[in-house]
Structure formats: C-alpha cells, structure tokens
C-alpha cells in the first residue's frame, strides 16, 4: 500500500519536503507558487508496496514549456521511504514511448533487480510494468534514477529514504530532503551531439587575451611562457573545468529553480538534518551555507565518524548527510555553486516563511594546476620499457617490494594493508596508447586528501573548512576485516576533442566483462587518465573508501576520483550476479562504463 | 585516372562501412539480455561544417565546407573547395574522403580531388593526407596529391584561434600549395607556388554560427609568379573578405 507520509503525525521529528508541505502542516498560509515553479513538491512515499509511473510531463523552469520525463508526475520524483529489514516490491509501469528503467542507486539489491538494462534485465518497454522487490538491508539517503538513455536529464530521479532499524544515532528534529540537480531546455541527445561536434561548446569562461595581457604584465613573458607550456602543449583549454555549464543548465533544489527559492522552514535552537543528493547529470556541487557550519554524519547513506566543515563538493550520485543547528528568528543561504562557478542552485532555510537571506557571489573560477594533468611534483620512479610508464604512488610508506603485476591491470602479492591505499606502480595498458585516449597521467597524485579543483585552499580565501575524503571514517567497525587479496588497477581514460570517454581506453562494448571471485576481497585502484574529475560508481556492492583506518572504512557507492589522480577502494565481492562499474556523469556514461561480473 | 580515384573511394568507403559494421555487433553474444544499446550513444553521426563562406573585396569569394558521417573512428567527408578572385575561379574542388582516426589528435585521409575546370578538362587527384591539431593547438590539413600522368602536388593550411574575449576570436590562417611539375594553363609552377595568408575578426554569435570580417593576402611565388607576369596578371593581391562560419 502506497501510502502518504503525514510529518504532523509524528510527533518531534518532522520529515518534510520543504515550504509547501511544511506550512501546509503547520497551518501557515501558503506562498503562491511563482511563475517558474514546475510542479508540485515531491510527495512521500511509504510502506511495502509503492506503484510509480514513469511519463511524461509539462513543466516550466525558464519561461518556456518543455517535456520532462517524471515519476507519478513530480520532478523529482516522490521521496521514497523505507525501513530497514522490510521488503519493498516497486511495480513501475512505464508510460513513454521507448524503453524505461529505474536503477536504485547505492542499495545492495540482487543484481537482476538493479535496473540496468542489458545487465539486470531488458528494460521496461513502453506499457509495460515491471515488478521491483527485494529486502533492505541497510538505512540511509539514497537515490533512484533512470539507467535508460538520457530520461535522468530530463528529470527521472528521486529520493530514497531509509529508516534505520536500530535507533538513530544522531539525534535531529526536523528532517528535509535536498535534492540538487541540473535541467536544461534542450533535449539530452542534442546537449550530447554539441559536445560531440565541439567539447567546449557550453563553455563560455575560456582564458583569454586579456588574461594572458595580464599574466604577460605580472610575470614577464619568460615566466609565461614556461607556466603555460604544459597546458598548451597538451593542447589542453585550462578552464575546461564543466562540459556542460550554466549555459544552458538551470540548477534546481528540490525542483526549484534559484528563483522559486526552495525553503525550509526550522524554529531556532532545533538540530535540522539535511539530505543532499546530487541527482545531477553533468555537474559536481560546492556546497556551504554562509554562517552555518554543518556536521557532517553520513556519506552515500552511511554513517560517518561526524566531522564539522563549511563547505563540501558533492559530486553526481554522492549523497551527504549533514546537522546544523540554525539560531535566532533570521534566514540562511543554501548555496550550492557548481564547480565551475557558471551557476548555482539556491534554497533557504528559515524560521519565517517570509524572511529569505542574501546570495552570497559565486567563488573564484578555478583553472587547471599540473596536479590536475596528472603532473605532480613527485619524481617519477624507473621506467619499464617503452609501453609502460610507471610511478610509485604515494599512500603507502613501506618500502618493501611492490606487488607483481600481471595482464589486465592485476596485481598480486606484497599488497599494501587494507586502509592504506595502493602501493603498485602505475602502469598504462597498451590498449591506452589510440585514438580514443588524449592523456595518460605521468605521476598522478594521491586524490584521498585532495578537496578538488577550485576547492584547493578555500581555508586561506575564504576561512572555509573544506570536507575531504580523507574526513571519512566509518561510524561503526567495517563488516568484512579482511586484507585484500589482489588488487585491480582501472584507468579511467578519455579524448576530450572527440568526446570519447573508456576505461583502459577500451569501449564498454570492445571489453571482457572484470570478473570477480564470490567471496572474495580485493582492492580497485582508479587511476583518472583524464583532466576531468570522475564521480565513479560501483553497482550492487559497498566500495570501501582507504581513507587510513582499516577497521573503519566508510562505505560509498560513489566515488570521485580528482582529475590526474589516483584512489584505492576495497570490494567485498558477496552478491552474485553483473553489475555496473561507471562514470556518472551522463554523456560520459556511454564510454565510461564496464560490467562487473561475480562469478 | 578517374577510374584509380573511384577505385580508391570505393575501397575506403567499403573499409569505412566494415569496421563500423564489426563495432556494432555485441561482443558477447551469450548474453541473456539486450547488449547495451541504450546507454544513449549514437553510433553515427552526421555533421556539415562550413567554414568560410565570404565575399572579397575583388569580385570574388570563397566556401570552403565539409559534410562528415561516421562514427568516432571512421568518417566519410565530402568537402567543397571553390575560391573566386579578379573575375577568375581559383579553385573549384569536390572532394570526397575516407577519414580513420590515428591517434589522440589527427586523422588520415584518403579519397579523391576533383577539380572542376570550365576552360580546360577537369582533373582528378588521389589524395592522401592527415588534419589535426599540432602542439599549442594550431589546426593543420596536409595533403599530398597525385594525378594525371605522373603529377603531384602538396598543400598545407594551417589556422588558430585567438580568443581575444569569449566571443570575439582573431584567426589567422595560413594555406601553401606546392607543385611537383610546372603547369602553365593552370599557372602552377613547380615547387612553393602560391601562398595564402589570411586574418578573420570573427564574432560568436552562437558557438554554431559567427560572422566575420578580415583581410586576405594571396601572392603567387617562382615560376607561377613568372606565368602571372607573363600574362599580365597581378602577383600578389591583398583583399577585404566578409563573411561567417558555421556548423549544425
């Protein structure tokens, strides 16, 4: 039975979604939806049994109608709640005219109820209905979306909310839902044919003359000259930081557009938990609140050791937990720049309906550092010979031997321990060296204490404390304790002017599925080959972030690998079945993506 | 000649079709559900560029554009090459090409020039060359050429783009044609024979479409400046071209 969540019927701890509902249970009038409001905020879903329809819908963010592809006719998409230990069954029927699917993002499910088409099923074709049910086993902020073409673009995606089934450790009492996303009033397939045809399409912040006048002026033509030639003789554009910008994108909280202005209402002195999803397709969020810290409690839905920061990247599939505690009768800022500070997404969180606070400016535009082209300061170590370019990475501090390499990226013995990241060579396969591959880091850095690009030392610019993953740290012990028996080194790889994107440089369609013993544990090493920072993400199991501590490494579903830069995860290879191992940004999917088979 | 130059397309475009087809097909056949086609990447696409259509200041003008359909490996080009100054056709040119990616940044190219002459009989060239973009991003086209009974010839063009603001670009672009042989009727002469030099001020109205102004220089050099001047004609010209850029 789909039933709708009433926040007035619990008592202290409120969950609701924003003005619309909140000050209809509190009995305040309600603010007329402005001309820019879309639709209606996304309902609450509870219980066992949920029925969605996927179909299409009119909405109108900028002013002009377009056709957005929804569930049950909200975008997002109801909030879905559920409770640890139940089983859920989801009969999705889709009303498009082609092929659908909703793939639940970071919850372990059996693989044939993941919602990959060409993986876990065919797809839901149009008309058809296909019934989801599996058990939960875990609690937490989760997201669903389509796994279907480009239909997350264009505005399939929800929340998912999971009840624990031991009591909360964190305590809060009101609870909101803020899903951060990206629309655009083109279709997905012609935003995707632009990059196609010309990559810097939707960038409208390139360096310049005037810029280089400037630098000319400051450092001389000398000094110049040597700071730029990296980056030109790589032919690389050094504020390539988005594909797709501002431009044509319109960033959206809740489904509100900066504008509309998605509020939450709080009484001062109350512990408010937020839930950030990034349900984005193409953009990576800056997230602070001016005057607010936020206590960090979970990441990708699971509990974390709490860390207190003003400000965190949330990168496309990430989820973020936070507390805060807003004081005194007064209004604060939501603010979520993307990365590329070509835009923002803008919410308010307020004691009084009627009281918004300032929008802070946009941070400065970041631009490419060697460490970002994979050329960190580090001395490269030997070379092996002509095809393979190796370079220690730097996590480990044992100077033993480093672990044997075999075909495939695989290496064995005299693995560093669980926790402390890789200690293998870095070594490019051949299958690197074509056309489909631009760049191969030569000594990438080590990406854990790395805030990204843009981010670097906003403590010194801005006196912002900065989340890094190196800040996570398990709440409670890691399950699965074991050292990793082997270890795989992936390389995430691209041609920015062809707008092609691979792993190994290989297509997804050219490759052998990565196959994985049931039972096993072993460590994925992404080594990002590309200029571009890659949210990756591992379908149907935890990857266990090697953020120090072997006994508490946090679970995530996605991670972001900095661009030029290396990152270590441990898998615990338990559930059967294929799965998906890709980039989450969209138009990068189609090449970024491999199947992950347990056998 | 002609009959080399079709053989050789056909060819390429056969090659062309064969490698995309064998892309297409899944690799793992055993696989109980649909390969994964619906990951939303198309297989081919189809682009027209056209990247100077200009008026100049002597009567004349030029359109030099291009049709490409493929996949991110194999591509076939049709390009139109036509170029009018002093109330004569300077280049008339139909070329269609096999395009294969080789590496990060270039392509090969192999197909067939045809030039399309009014006065005298048209001429067919095998072309064999590569287009990309060489360090500190200068965008290049060499292509050698090979046609009627032994002749050869080369050109070379290169251009950049300097962003001056996000949407004013200054573009300098440079195209020499070289020679195997000395060729009167046409006023070709062997070795560097013409050069072309232009600069466009060019304005982005959309990134698909920018108008421009600038200035184009074209001089001929050794024997074909010795057949200019036997003839009577200028060596060298220097004039004012409006026009724009674009590609959907």
Request: charged fraction near 20%; include cysteine.
């Amino acid at each position: 039975m789909t039933e709708s969540f009433r926040s007035g019927a619990i008592s202290r701890r409120t969950f609701v979604t924003g003005v619309g509902a909140g000050a209809a249970l509190l009995g305040l009038p309600q603010r007329p939806l402005s001309a820019s409001s879309a639709v209606s905020p996304a309902e609450v879903l509870s219980g066992h049994q949920f029925n969605l329809s996927i179909g299409y819908r009119r909405v109108n963010f900028t002013g002009s109608e377009r056709q957005a592809v929804t569930v049950n006719g909200s975008l997002p998409g109801p909030i879905l709640r559920w409770r640890e230990g139940d089983t859920v069954t989801l009969n999705v029927r889709n009303q498009l005219a082609r092929a659908s699917s909703l793939h639940w993002h970071g919850i372990r499910v059996p693989s044939d109820m993941d919602g990959v088409p060409g993986l876990s099923f065919s797809g839901i074709e149009p008309g058809q209905t296909f019934r989801y049910r599996f058990p939960i086993r875990q609690s937490g902020t989760y997201w669903y979306h389509s796994q279907s073409g480009f239909q997350e673009q264009q505005g399939l995606y929800g929340a998912i909310v999971i009840d624990p089934a031991s009591p909360e450790p964190f305590a809060s009492d009101r609870d909101y839902v803020v899903v951060l996303s990206d629309w655009s009033n083109e279709p997905p397939q012609a935003i995707y044919t632009n990059l196609k045809k010309d990559p810097h399409y939707y960038n409208r912040q390139q360096r310049t003359a005037a810029d280089l006048w400037r630098e000319v002026r400051a450092n001389g033509v000398a000094r110049t000259w040597r700071d730029r030639h990296p980056r030109n003789w790589a032919q690389v554009s050094d504020r390539d930081i988005a594909h797709v910008t501002g431009e044509t994108y319109t960033y959206l909280i809740n489904g509100q557009t900066p504008d509309a202005n998605w509020s939450a209402l709080f009484k001062p002195g109350e512990k408010i938990r937020l839930r950030f999803i990034n349900a984005a397709s193409m953009t990576l969020f800056d997230l602070h609140i001016p005057a607010l810290k936020m206590r960090v409690i979970a990441a990708d839905g699971q509990n974390i050791e709490p860390v207190s920061v003003d400000e965190f990247r949330i990168g496309t599939g990430e989820t973020y937990d936070v507390i805060v505690e807003p004081k005194g009768d007064r209004a604060y800022t939501l603010f979520a720049q993307t990365m590329d500070r070509s835009g923002y997404a803008r919410g308010t969180l307020t004691a009084d309906v009627n009281l918004s606070a300032q929008i802070p400016p946009m941070d400065h535009r970041p631009m490419f550092t060697p460490q970002d082209l994979g050329l960190t300061e580090r001395p490269t170590a030997t070379t092996a010979d002509n095809k393979y370019k190796t370079a220690k990475v730097g996590h480990s501090d044992t100077e033993s031997d480093p672990p044997t390499a075999v075909a495939g990226g695989w290496y064995y013995g005299n693995l560093a321990a669980a926790g402390l990241g890789s200690n293998a060579p870095i070594a490019h396969q051949p299958s690197e060296f074509g056309y489909s591959v631009d760049s191969r880091a030569a000594s990438p850095a080590n990406g854990l204490t790395d805030p990204g690009i843009g981010m670097r030392n906003h403590m010194r610019r801005y006196n912002r404390r900065v989340l890094t993953y190196a800040d996570l740290r398990k709440l409670k012990p890691s399950r699965d304790r074991r050292q990793p028996e082997r270890e795989l080194q992936l390389h995430l790889t691209g041609n920015i002017d062809r707008y092609m994107w691979s792993i190994n440089g290989e297509k997804p369609r050219n490759a052998d599925p990565l196959l994985l013993r049931h039972g096993e544990r072993l460590r994925i090493t992404l080594v990002n080959d590309t200029t571009f920072v890659q949210p990756i993400h591992l379908h149907g199991l935890w990857s266990e972030l090697e953020t120090g501590d072997g006994q508490h490494l946090p679970n995530k579903h996605t991670i972001l690998v900095q661009a030029g830069s290396t990152i270590s995860y441990l898998v615990s290879a338990d559930t059967y079945g294929r799965w998906a191992l890709q980039c989450q940004m969209l138009y990068q999917r189609p090449g970024m993506f491999r199947e992950v088979r347990i056998v | 000649m002609f009959k080399a130059g079709t053989l050789i397309t056909v060819i390429s475009l056969t090659l062309a079709v064969h490698t995309s087809h064998a892309q297409m097909l899944p690799q793992h056949q055993h696989h109980s559900y649909q390969p994964l086609s619906d990951t939303g990447e198309k297989e081919t696409m189809a682009e027209v560029s056209l990247d100077y259509v200009e008026l100049r200041g002597n009567d004349g003008g030029e359109i030099e554009g291009d049709f490409s359909y493929g996949d991110d490996q194999n591509k076939f080009v049709a390009e139109v090459d036509y170029e009018r100054g002093g109330g004569e056709t300077e280049k008339n040119e139909l070329w269609a090409l096999y395009s294969r990616a080789i590496s990060a940044k270039w392509n090969f190219l192999l197909g067939i020039r045809h030039d399309f002459q009014l006065e005298t009989t048209s001429r067919n060239w095998i072309a064999v060359g590569v287009t990309g973009e060489t360090p500190y991003s200068f965008e290049m086209d060499a292509v050698f050429f090979y046609g009627k009974s032994g002749s050869t010839a080369f050109r070379l063009e290169g251009e950049y783009e300097l962003k001056l603001t996000q949407k004013w670009i200054l573009a300098p672009r440079i195209e020499l044609n070289f020679f195997g042989q000395n060729d009167e009727t046409q006023g070709s002469g062997s070795g560097l024979s013409e050069l072309e030099i232009g600069l466009r001020l060019m304005y982005e109205i959309t990134k698909k479409f920018s108008p421009y102004i600038g200035v184009h220089y074209e001089r001929e050099i050794g024997n074909a400046a010795d057949f200019a001047r036997e003839e009577g004609e200028d060596v060298d010209s220097t004039v004012w071209v409006l026009g724009f850029r674009a590609w959907f």
